[in-house]
């Protein structure tokens, strides 16, 4: 279940904020008037997500190689690296 929190929580209430960040692993969205303004998390979860995206992205990468036919056999590949090292 999302936390959500008034903005003045973040002057007022930063402690509890972070150590709910730290302990669940999940964003606390902050409101400004009534509307949604920002999502706080850890920099733990914060690296997983970015993390997540960037290993989508390869993916997404390697699927349009392959129906490019841009692809060859692992064992080249790896032979290739091998001979840079």
Do not use: W
Request: net charge neutral; with cysteine.
């Amino acid at each position: 279940m999302p936390s959500i929190r008034p903005s003045s929580d973040l002057r007022n209430k930063y402690s509890e904020i972070s150590e709910f960040c730290h302990k669940y692993n999940e964003p606390v969205y902050i409101t400004k008037n009534g509307q949604g303004d920002l999502a706080v998390m850890s920099i733990e979860t914060y690296e997983k997500l970015v993390g997540k995206f960037e290993l989508y992205k390869l993916i997404d990468e390697g699927v349009h190689a392959m129906k490019a036919n841009k692809v060859r056999p692992f064992k080249e590949a790896l032979s290739d690296l091998q001979k840079d090292l």
